[in-house]
């Protein structure tokens, strides 16, 4: 009876330890300390016995190891948990975005239409369709791949400022900032503020557009894409530090380094890290 108990005793402390050990990489997922959530879910993966969690763990760590800039590791981690639970459409759509981002188009658009087998109303997939089409010229398949997800999900923010993206990307700004206005005045929220910025931005209206982005940053300090947007606004007004302080301010919140090479050229020597 006490060997019972001293087992039961065991395996309960056990399952309180892992349970700390996975709230602590939640925690620093959420917390943007991506060196953190690596190292946790990384221990987290190797300890779980039951494929669907480890296939979770090793999801969140190629997200961790992606936003550090070890897109190499990303890529081997989201293929791992691929094979240990090949139903994770996340994993799918982590894939065709990373796909995308390294150019790989086609490669991008085998994983969507494989993830959109396993989850058909899964907005990662259609969402990173949409912005290859737009890409590829292919402006009426992706707003149809929009206005799928407002088929299933009717007030997406994502798909609603996605077509208000192809707006602008496309040159109708007047058409593009109807949209955020009312968008915004439906709900104010950091994201249409940073999109409707980028719009005066486009439209040289400097004033407004940091007006925009820094209501974007009060609302929501810890959205990247914000930081990016007012780095591209103080390029255009002429101030390259500030920038580039921007700049490292998105990827310390886990912005992928690599897709800001470009906009780093800019920065001046002193301020490159």
Do not use: W
Not at 12 to 31: G, M
Not at 96 to 110: D, F, I, P
Not at 186 to 209: C, W
């Amino acid at each position: 009876m006490k060997k019972h108990l001293l087992f039961l005793a065991f395996g309960l402390f056990s399952l309180n330890f892992y349970a700390q050990d996975k709230a602590k990489a939640e925690e620093c997922f959420k917390k943007a300390d991506y060196k953190c959530a690596e190292e946790q879910y990384s221990k987290l993966a190797e300890k779980e016995q039951i494929q669907k969690f480890q296939s979770e763990y090793l999801n969140y760590l190629g997200t961790s190891q992606r936003r550090l800039g070890k897109s190499a590791l990303a890529l081997k981690s989201y293929e791992s948990a691929l094979i240990t639970n090949p139903l994770s459409a996340p994993v799918y759509a982590n894939l065709a975005s990373l796909h995308s981002q390294k150019g790989n188009k086609v490669k991008a658009l085998e994983y969507v239409e494989k993830g959109l087998q396993v989850d058909p109303e899964n907005v990662d997939l259609y969402l990173t369709r949409s912005k290859i089409y737009d890409g590829q010229g292919k402006k009426e398949l992706a707003i149809k791949d929009l206005n799928q997800i407002l088929s299933f999900a009717p007030d997406n923010i994502f798909a609603k400022t996605g077509l208000a993206t192809l707006k602008k990307n496309n040159g109708d700004l007047e058409g593009a900032l109807k949209d955020y206005n009312q968008l915004i005045s439906e709900k104010p929220e950091s994201l249409l503020y940073n999109g409707r910025a980028d719009v005066y931005l486009k439209m040289k209206k400097s004033k407004e557009a940091l007006a925009d982005i820094n209501k974007a940053i009060s609302i929501d300090a810890k959205f990247p894409q914000s930081y990016v947007t007012k780095a591209l606004i103080l390029f255009d007004t002429a101030k390259p530090k500030e920038a580039c302080v921007n700049l490292d301010k998105a990827v310390s919140l886990g912005y992928e380094k690599v897709v800001l090479a470009e906009y780093y050229t800019k920065c001046p020597t002193s301020t490159v890290k």
